[in-house]
């Protein structure tokens, strides 16, 4: 096979050249050696090679390979998988004789792949290409590092993305700030309205916190350093939204402060978690105390009362009227520590029974047309069918009264005529109905609603309607306990409050409350002996408090009982200790809350001793009463009230 005239043209003309260095002198082939030296060296791969790819000439070859093996062999088999893309780019170059760029991959023997960034070019004379060279970086290190800072940049995104966190920047010396697409999220603006200076920035913070704002960014500016931040944003659309800052400075090569660079999260349902907690813990806190309170005032007011009553009795009339007076501030009292309790958490839960709301409605609602001012229309609208709930009807009517004292107050308070407050009563179910959060969407419920057009709420005061306390009435108008009291008496009954309320416009209070199946009132059974007669019943009263024991006695023996009392669960047992004495005891008033031994160990040691001696717990907050217990009297009693109960224990059946 002849040689290609090509190369052999190429390398006479490469023997003329040098020829004609060796005639120039040594100066010329030093100039050669040095310049092959160089090539050499090049850290580039030089390759030439012919129009048909013969390769020519390379100053390296890749590892593996020597140039021997590679001059005279065909390009394309050299370059190996990228031999079809080069051709292309080749023909373009011969073509057009442009130099062309384009990114390259090899494999080595040794199984690593490499990048490079290859530009091949033509060598011309006399307008005429006769070979090309191509000239290949090794770029694979930056390839890496892009790959690499690809990488670390999805990380980021993702990791910015996952917490919302919202980033910008600001140009400190051309006032102009950028915002990415999460920051305009949490300032509710697009990009085309998004804040660009720093004035205009600083006019989409509340009023409140933007003096402290602009003061941090003067202080950043001044000092280098911009600490972590919580400050509040108003939107466009008027909602508020809070946040926390983070960011840091960069200085330019003069010192100066050139950008702040940071970030913004939006904590607000972060927050508004943390304030219902504290909320939470603060009611805690008062319910605690309150029950607390309630207890010592249930004692003191069981021993005011039944005396109060029982001073009644011999007084006489001018001194009889004093007593009522003293009688009517005690039961107002003993009404503020119920209020008290049932905030708590700590009403007695009472026997309840099938009863119709419309019935509960109604004596609420003559109670309250007695006292309201005659100026007030209140109105009924109640279905014709029964609505029965199962409840505690006297606690829902306390706390239907509440929420129409409410309703008086605040028509009282507008001039708005006529005085209106009407009381609707309707079944309600989903989707018919929206019913409000935290109720079954499968179950019927009757809805109370009180609605009142009176001087209506602000946001401010709506935000704090069932906090205990919380009053907006003139001092000694009101307690701040009776929308607390109300709203945890629905909860104990299974429903839920609402209330929607316009400024200027009243407010309706609903309750929603689950309905049940009418009960058909039961007879009772007969008890195979004659009702109770005073006298004919011995009672033991267990009360730690001396002056409780004391009045209860009086009061009991004044209508005829023999009574025995005792201080503590230890003294009662050992009264109990004579069999004929706790063969004849018909009931056991127990105080629940005592000292050193409570009142649950002292039942479960008289359950032990006489299985079937009825016990009734004597207290203010006897919740959770066991099966065992025959029922609670509950403090403070009045003297009617306890003979009563009395009278209902005695007929119950033994346990």
């Known amino acids: 096979m002849g040689a290609d005239p090509q190369i052999e043209r190429l390398r006479a003309e490469l023997a003329r050249l040098v020829s004609a260095a060796s005639a120039a002198g040594g100066g010329a082939e030093q100039f050669v050696a040095l310049f092959g030296l160089f090539l050499a060296n090049v850290p580039d791969f030089i390759v030439m090679f012919a129009m048909d790819g013969t390769i020519l000439f390379l100053n390296r070859a890749r590892p593996g390979k020597t140039i021997a093996e590679v001059v005279g062999t065909n390009v394309f088999d050299y370059l190996g998988t990228e031999s079809d893309r080069i051709r292309a780019v080749i023909d373009r170059v011969a073509a057009t004789g442009d130099t062309v760029s384009l990114e390259s991959h090899a494999r080595y023997t040794d199984g690593t792949k490499h990048d490079f960034l ?55 010396k051309k006032d102009e700030i950028a915002w990415d697409d999460a920051m305009c999220r949490i300032w509710g603006v697009t990009q085309d309205t998004a804040p660009r200076t720093r004035e205009a920035y600083l006019r989409t913070i509340h009023p409140e916190d933007q003096a402290l704002q602009r003061d941090a960014i003067s202080r950043a500016v001044k000092s280098g350093d911009f600490p972590d931040r919580q400050y509040r944003v108003v939107r466009p659309d008027g909602t508020v939204r809070r946040t926390l800052s983070k960011a840091s400075v960069t200085r330019a090569a003069d010192g100066s402060i050139e950008k702040l660079v940071g970030g913004v999260l939006d904590i607000t349902e972060q927050r508004e978690f943390e304030d219902r907690v504290r909320q939470t813990q603060k009611l805690e806190a008062i319910g605690q105390l309150s029950a607390g309170v309630a207890h010592n005032f249930n004692n003191m007011l069981t021993v005011i009362l039944p005396n109060i009553e029982l001073a009644m009795a011999d007084a006489s009339p001018e001194s009889a009227s004093m007593l009522r007076s003293a009688r009517e501030a005690a039961l107002r009292a003993a009404e503020l520590v119920r209020q008290l309790v049932a905030f708590a958490g700590r009403s007695r839960q009472t026997e309840r029974r099938a009863e119709d709301v419309r019935l509960v409605v ?294």
């Open 118 to 172: 290859t530009r091949i070019s033509p060598v011309v004379e006399g307008g005429r290409i006769l070979a090309l060279v191509s000239i290949a970086t090794e770029i694979t290190a930056q390839k890496q590092a892009e790959a690499a800072l690809r990488d670390s940049e999805e990380k980021l995104r993702l990791a910015v993305a996952a917490t919302s966190m919202g980033l910008w920047s600001w140009d400190a």
């Open 362 to 655: 109604e004596r609420a609602v003559t109670m309250c047309r007695r006292a309201f001012d005659q100026s007030i229309e209140v109105s009924v609208l109640c279905p014709p069918e029964e609505q029965p709930v199962l409840s505690d009807a006297a606690q829902l009517e306390q706390a239907l009264v509440n929420l129409l004292i409410n309703a008086r107050d605040a028509v009282l308070e507008s001039d708005v005529a006529p005085k209106k407050i009407a009381i609707e009563v309707e079944r309600v179910q989903a989707p018919a109905t929206e019913l409000p959060e935290g109720l079954d969407a499968e179950r019927k419920y009757v809805a109370i609603r009180v609605v009142d057009n009176g001087v209506g709420m602000s946001a401010a005061t709506s935000a704090r309607l069932y906090e205990p306390f919380f009053t907006t009435k003139d001092v000694g108008k009101g307690t701040g306990l009776g929308l607390s009291t109300a709203r945890a008496t629905v909860r104990e009954h299974g429903g839920v409050i609402d209330c929607r309320t316009v400024p200027g416009a009243g407010t309706t209070f609903a309750l929603f409350l689950p309905l049940v199946a009418p009960v058909a009132p039961v007879e009772q059974a007969t008890v195979g002996r004659d009702a109770p007669r005073s006298g004919s019943h011995r009672i033991l009263v267990i009360d730690d408090e001396l002056p409780v024991r004391e009045v209860t006695r009086r009061m009991l023996e004044r209508e005829g009982y023999v009574v025995h009392v005792a201080a503590s669960g230890r003294e009662a047992l050992a009264l109990l200790a004579d069999d004929a004495l706790l063969r004849s005891i018909d009931l056991v008033l127990l105080d629940r809350s005592m000292p050193v031994q409570s009142g649950e160990a002292v039942r479960a040691e008289l359950a032990k001793l006489a299985p079937r001696l009825k016990v009734a717990y004597f207290s203010g907050h006897a919740d959770g009463v066991p099966g065992d217990v025959v029922g609670v009297v509950e403090k403070p009693v009045t003297y009617d009230g306890l003979m009563a109960r009395v009278r209902e224990l005695l007929e119950r059946p033994e346990s």
